[in-house]
């Protein structure tokens, strides 16, 4: 469920001063960044760093192997607490190095033949559009972009027309959730409800909402759901997860380059699934990127996700009224709703220019080029832009000093 701008501001004004002030001063990189790049990368919080720091400490003095048997319950923990954040089972959990990872191991668990059809959005992730392109090269399969609704983000009829039109042909719908080059949040639950009206399996690329959206896989009626840590989760990077639904697990679904950790080799000709998500996982993963992963998510529980969303959203809708009096910039972000991160033009100004300058400034931001988003930004004729990521830990005086040095540099004054 996301939050109009109006509750997002009631929430976050109950919001004791205190708690943000805790919440800060667990985040060492605060004393000494404004840090609005959390869709990026977020501030991870002395709980992460801890839990990794203490087992490679670990590996050092036991072995990597011995290391990881002695927090085989840690490792246990974090399942539980992934599951918990996505409303789903530890069964459905697998561990993925990326939101990227787990999406290519989704896709890889069907078997496409030529004429076969992809529906996807006009907002998808760059990555992921590039990966639908290889596929339509080396496989024939093609590639179908559902129509934007008017005020922006996927048309769910849109979907349905697609699907009632083609049928059997189409194998899987995939749908980025919040899109990398805007604040878009693309309306993934009524997507779900076409799916399951037409029996198509269904994968959400949640990278950008979790951490900043509550979550509820079975409202959102998905078979899959592909997540990183490093964003607005505030864990480390090179790690993520994904959700795979029962359904899927019971169709046998598993991906083309099944590993050991994944399968078992029971015979010279025959290998048997693992019965849960494990099976897209790989034997060979950082078990401190993974205790990482987990007090990341166990740190997002106890600050409470709905209380996140609620700051981040009203900070983003605050920064969005803040630069849209600034003269010359102008924001980007368009959609029925919309997030914590905040896209707009500055001026002439090449994105990647301003960013750094910003940087030099103690400000951490980050660019939008245009192939980014290319169906979208470039339709607008938007080469760059800067993208602005606030979250629950930054604060108001943060907004307005990013949104000054913005006003100077557009100005020519820096």
């Known amino acids: 469920m996301t939050l109009s701008v109006e509750q997002a501001v009631h929430v976050a004004r109950s919001v004791p001063t205190a708690q943000v002030e805790e919440w800060r001063a667990d985040t060492p990189g605060c004393a000494h960044r404004t840090h609005l790049n959390n869709a990026g990368a977020g501030l991870m919080p002395r709980p992460v760093t801890d839990a990794m720091v203490a087992h490679l400490r670990l590996e050092t003095e036991i072995g990597g192997y011995e290391a990881a048997d002695a927090r085989s319950e840690a490792v246990g923990s974090t399942y539980e607490a992934l599951a918990q954040l996505v409303g789903a089972a530890p069964r459905n959990i697998a561990i993925v190095g990326s939101a990227t990872a787990g999406f290519i191991q989704t896709v890889s668990s069907f078997d496409f033949a030529p004429g076969d059809a992809i529906v996807t959005t006009r907002s998808d992730y760059t990555s992921y559009q590039i990966q639908y392109l290889a596929l339509a090269q080396r496989l024939g399969v093609r590639v179908l972009h559902a129509e934007d609704a008017a005020q922006g983000g996927v048309d769910p009829d849109s979907v349905r027309d697609l699907l009632r039109r083609e049928g059997d042909l189409v194998k899987l719908v995939a749908v980025s959730w919040i899109p990398t080059h805007s604040g878009l949040v693309q309306d993934v639950e009524s997507v779900g409800a076409v799916c399951s009206e037409f029996g198509v399996p269904y994968s959400i690329d949640a990278c950008q909402a979790v951490g900043q959206v509550p979550i509820d896989v079975a409202a ?195």
């Open 220 to 414: 959102l009626r998905c078979d899959y759901l592909s997540v990183t840590a490093r964003k607005f989760l505030r864990g480390p990077r090179g790690i993520g997860f994904l959700y795979a639904s029962d359904r899927a697990l019971a169709r046998g679904d598993h991906p083309l380059f099944i590993d050991m950790r994944g399968a078992t080799w029971v015979a010279p000709d025959r290998y048997e699934i693992a019965d849960t998500a494990r099976r897209y996982e790989n034997w060979e993963f950082s078990y401190a990127l993974v205790l990482g992963l987990g007090a990341a998510a166990q740190y997002a529980l106890s600050v409470g996700v709905e209380v996140a969303q609620a700051r981040a959203f009203a900070l983003g809708a605050r920064l969005r009224d803040l630069l849209e009096a600034v003269p010359g910039v102008q924001v980007l972000d368009r959609g029925r709703e919309l997030c914590a991160i905040v896209t707009a033009r500055i001026g002439e100004r090449n994105a990647s220019d301003v960013v750094q300058q910003l940087r030099a400034r103690g400000i951490n931001t980050a660019a939008t080029l245009q192939w980014y988003g290319l169906l979208d930004l470039g339709e607008r004729g938007v080469t760059s832009a800067v993208r602005i990521s606030p979250h629950y830990y930054n604060t108001d005086s943060e907004l307005e000093l990013v949104v000054e040095a913005l006003g100077e540099i557009v100005g020519g004054l820096s």
